[in-house]
């Protein structure tokens, strides 16, 4: 039992210990890990929603600038030809300063209020004289003001955006208009203002006008393409500026900023896969990693040596408590040091549990060995001692003593009396007797004493004394009381012990036979009381 407990008890606490710190610092750690993902992953995502936001915010602004700038030079262009309407020759002029002005424009041309051309720049276009009733004209005619058209495909057959200015005389009179195309499919001016911004890892931006048409794209091909439902498109459409998760038309999960041109309606979009931006997120994730771990590590040090201070006297006790039987247990339990209230409690709870256990152990020793009646020791003993003295081949003489008529004794004035003349022989025995003999009560009314290192005669004598004794005093009610004892001595009779009771208990019985009240030697009766 005491052997179980103490296992459980080390095998349990120690690893429990250890095994909880250790899973408490585990899930800490790898917590904090997720958290701290989850943290920077939010922050990479905001920041690159943010900055393409940002992003788009400026390109609308430039896109902005670039149609105000345009309309400028158109209006310029228009005040200087109206003057000179009349002139084809300087109208060519004026064109082709404004086509090589900048490069804002693919193409310049000038129309009459009826929508002919009058003039191209590049001359070589093959318009001049042409009536040209493209939705970009039409609507110029129309309205005679500063425009931007939207995208359709010209008489030459290129996607184009027109933006367009009047041209009114001094007078006030309508005479014209002068226009400039920017070729959507062609190199154009927005690949010079947007293109330069294009990123590498999958970053783009497109503009749409707010039919949903690709005015410009990266990927030249995709320029004139309508693009069906797109949460982005849907929000930048209706004049938003903001930032959103979302799928885009080919599955891809995109970081999207988007801003309106406000003039035009059209809609610019920048955007970037989220897996792009959330590629720094592993190297950061390491870094983390890097500096968590010695910390980490250093926890779990000392989780180990706080579990093994707090489990060691608790080990102690265990280990010891295995050897409760011994006497010494006491002392090691007292010598482990229990830090902590409960190990002390534990402690003090074991040493009061080892003293009574080895009170109850004295005290059952004690209950084995002596006769409880009289207080000598019992038969078991005086195997006991005859079987050592016999090993180690000592000396000894063994005196069988016999309460003579004891029956009578009981019978005439009961047992209680009878008990108390076995314990009145006793006391005698013990008084005539030294203190290293050995006295037991092996029977009812019949007594051994074994004497060591004694010579036969000297064992004779000790018989006699006692014999006399006895029958010398009287014990209240019975009278006198005499006893019968048988002498045999070891070598000198026998040398085996077995052999030296048997010839004491038969030298008894002949004392008795021969009277009573009487020592007899072994063989040989050696001397009558009587
Ligand atoms: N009071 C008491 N009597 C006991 C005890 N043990 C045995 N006796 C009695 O001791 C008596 C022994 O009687 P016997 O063996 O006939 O021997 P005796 O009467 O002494 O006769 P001899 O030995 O021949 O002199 C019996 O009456 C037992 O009942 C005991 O513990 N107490």
New binding site residues.
């Given amino acids: 039992m005491n052997r179980v407990l103490a296992s459980v008890f080390r095998v349990d606490l120690h690893r429990l210990i250890l095994l909880m710190a250790v899973s408490v610092a585990l899930f800490t750690l790898a917590n904090g890990l997720y958290a701290s993902y989850r943290v920077q992953r939010q922050i990479l995502i905001d920041n690159t929603l943010e900055s393409n936001r940002a992003y788009a915010v400026k390109l609308a602004a430039i896109t902005q600038n670039f149609l105000d700038e345009a309309h400028q030079q158109l209006a310029y262009s228009a005040a200087m030809a109206a003057g000179q309407f009349g002139s084809r020759e300087r109208l060519q002029r004026e064109a082709e300063r404004l086509h090589r002005q900048s490069d804002n424009f693919n193409s310049v041309l000038f129309f009459d209020a009826s929508g002919r051309v009058l003039v191209t720049a590049p001359e070589t276009l093959p318009l001049r004289d042409q009536v040209l009733n493209t939705p970009g004209v039409s609507e110029a005619l129309l309205e005679r003001r500063l425009l931007v058209s939207q995208p359709y495909v010209s008489t030459l057959g290129n996607l184009l955006v027109f933006i367009s200015a009047p041209v009114i005389d001094g007078t006030g009179r309508y005479l014209g208009l002068v226009g400039g195309t920017i070729y959507l499919k062609q190199q154009n001016v927005l690949h010079s203002l947007l293109g330069e911004q294009y990123y590498r890892d999958g970053s783009y931006l497109y503009v749409v006008d707010y039919t949903r048409r690709l005015l410009y794209h990266p990927e030249i091909t995709r320029v004139g393409e309508q693009i069906g439902a797109n949460q982005v498109i849907d929000a930048v459409l209706r004049g938003q500026v903001g930032q959103m998760s979302a799928r885009n038309s080919q599955g891809t999960d995109m970081l999207a900023g988007y801003a309106a041109v406000p003039e035009t309606g059209w809609g610019v979009v920048v955007q970037r896969p989220l897996h792009a931006a959330l590629a720094p997120l592993d190297a950061l994730m390491l870094d983390v990693l890097r500096n968590t771990l010695p910390l980490a590590l250093l926890t779990m040090l000392f989780i180990w040596w706080f579990a093994r201070l707090v489990s060691l006297p608790l080990q102690q006790l265990a280990d010891h408590v295995r050897e409760l039987e011994q006497p010494t247990v006491a002392g090691y339990i007292r010598g482990v040091h229990s830090w902590y209230f409960e190990s002390a409690e534990l402690k003090r709870a074991l040493l009061v549990g080892i003293d009574l256990l080895h009170q109850r152990i004295s005290q059952l020793a004690r209950d084995v060995q002596l006769d409880p ?1 009289t207080g000598l020791c019992n038969r078991r003993v005086s195997e006991n001692v005859l079987a050592t003295w016999q090993a180690e081949q000592r000396v000894f003489a063994a005196v069988f003593l ?7 004794i ?1 019978d005439t004035y009961g ?1 209680d009396i ?2 108390q003349v ?1 314990q009145h022989l006793a006391r005698l025995i013990r008084e005539c007797t030294r203190d290293v003999d050995v006295l037991c009560r092996t029977g ?2 019949e007594f051994l004493i074994l004497l060591p290192d004694i010579t036969p005669d000297a064992a004779l004598l000790i018989a006699e004394r006692l014999c006399r004794q006895i029958a010398r005093g009287t014990i209240d009610p019975v009278g006198q009381v005499t006893v019968s004892l048988g002498v045999a001595h070891c070598p000198f009779h026998a040398s085996e012990a077995g052999a030296v009771l048997k010839a004491a208990d038969r030298a008894m019985y002949q004392a ?1 036979r021969s009277g ?1 009240n009487r020592v007899a030697v072994a063989r040989t009766v050696l001397h009558d009381i009587a």
Avoid: T, Y
């Avoid at 016999?402 to 009578?408: A, G, H």
């Fill in positions: 009646l016999d309460i003579d008529w004891f029956k009578q009981n047992h009878g008990d076995l009812g009314e008795k009573r």
